[in-house]
T-cell receptor, first 116, second 113 residues
């Protein structure tokens, strides 16, 4: 089955700096890569996703890059703010199989702390 | 409406109790999921329902019994749980096609005593 590794496990940055979180996956058939943000005591919420036919996607201060050959993808947050502090999970899935739903395999998570 | 609603928010149960967790969505999603999340860990997939039929069971012990009465509802029946089953149980839903966003409920915080 799919295995997703995520680094670093913790990341502290100063407000205004950039943060980068990296993930690698094992199943070359995976085709969908979302990133979730989970604040303490709250639900995971999608912040950005990318599909295997795209190499990069950007949404304001957040961007994701995908390298299918190397089987890794990264989350980039620019101009970090204190409200960006949370746990971030990458995930991978091979969806589209009939009756299979969208089975997500999550990375181990990165605790991001943005300091004033 | 982009909400997945779970009840109850908190549940404390004894090891001999029977209880149920409920999940509801009205986004027309035909895939629904149960995840288990321990503190400081990622969500772990338990079950996937697709068009109200169980499509994936990730080798979950039989003391957890899922049920999908209709396309909007998903239940998780609990019986004879162990203290190590204490966790946050998350329900999610998505469209039943390639690479679509999974929407999570706020979860049920379960404590087994």
């Amino acid at each position: 089955g799919e295995n997703v590794e995520q680094h670093p496990s913790t990341l502290s940055v100063q407000e205004g700096d950039s943060a980068v979180i990296k993930c690698t996956y094992s199943d070359s058939a995976s085709n969908y890569f979302p990133w979730y943000k989970q604040e303490l005591g709250k639900r995971p919420q999608l912040i950005i996703d990318i599909r295997s036919n795209v190499g990069e996607k950007k949404d304001q201060r957040i961007a994701v890059t995908l390298n299918k050959t190397a089987k890794h993808f990264s989350l980039h947050i620019t101009e970090t703010q204190p409200e960006d502090s949370a746990v971030y999970f990458c995930a991978a899935s091979r969806s589209g199989v009939t009756g299979g739903g969208n089975k997500l395999t999550f990375g181990t998570g990165t605790q991001l702390k943005v300091e004033l | 409406d982009t909400e997945v609603t779970q009840t109850p928010k908190h549940l404390v149960m004894g090891m001999t109790n029977k209880k149920s967790l409920k999940c509801e969505q009205h986004m027309g999603h035909r895939a629904m999921y149960w995840y288990k999340q321990k503190a400081k860990k990622p969500p772990e997939l338990m079950f996937v329902y697709s068009y109200e039929k169980l499509s994936i069971n990730e080798s979950v012990p039989s003391r957890f019994s899922p049920e999908c009465p209709n396309s909007s509802l998903l239940n998780l029946h609990l019986h004879a749980l162990q203290p190590e089953d204490s966790a946050l149980y998350l329900c999610a839903s998505s469209q039943e096609n390639r690479g679509t966003e999974a929407f999570f409920g706020q979860g049920t915080r379960l404590t087994v005593v």
